[in-house]
């Protein structure tokens, strides 16, 4: 069960400062495309995203792309954010997280991974010994909503049982 818990807990990519990424032993920033930083399966950032992604790099910590979508479109977003990608990563097997620590020339455990669902990003980051921050989704999912509807009822269940157990404040800290 531990591999679901995400070491942090924000509503939005842009609550996560450069700080915090240091904060966390972090020095390279993996994000996922959809419900993260674009909105769900298209090209188009969420707001603020080109300009936090821009900080992050302006504070010296790289950004890298690492999704499931596949090569083409997240070629494009990583092209708009101007940042290396790792497209149809297949998470969450370790093969993408590790493809990104290679690319970036570091230690997964030197990665901070930011992602909207607890059994892809979550999961394959803290498999791999990444550090994670699960970022509440942005909006509801547009597509296979009879298989996302599991998924985020079973994330309800763990941010319930987290709240429960008090755990839930120390991730938001």
Not at 69 to 82: E, H, N, P
Request: proline residues 5%; aromatic residues 10%.
């Amino acid at each position: 069960m531990h591999y679901f818990k995400p070491n942090k807990v924000r509503r939005f990519v842009t609550d996560i400062t450069p700080d915090l990424v240091r904060d966390m032993g972090c020095s390279v920033v993996a994000i996922d495309a959809d419900n993260t930083t674009s909105h769900d399966r298209t090209t188009e950032p969420l707001p603020g995203t080109e300009a936090w992604i821009a900080s992050m790099k302006e504070a010296g910590i790289p950004v890298i792309l690492l999704s499931n979508a596949k090569v083409g479109r997240a070629q494009v977003l990583a092209d708009r954010y101007d940042i290396p990608v790792v497209g149809m990563s297949m998470k969450p097997l370790r093969q993408g997280y590790l493809r990104a620590a290679f690319k970036m020339r570091t230690s997964p455990r030197n990665i901070l991974v930011l992602g909207d669902q607890l059994f892809t990003d979550v999961l394959g980051g803290n498999r791999t010994g990444c550090r994670t921050i699960w970022v509440l989704p942005y909006e509801k999912d547009r597509l296979n909503k009879g298989y996302f509807a599991v998924k985020r009822a079973a994330e309800k269940g763990f941010r319930t049982f987290w709240k429960l157990t008090g755990s839930w404040k120390t991730l938001q800290n």
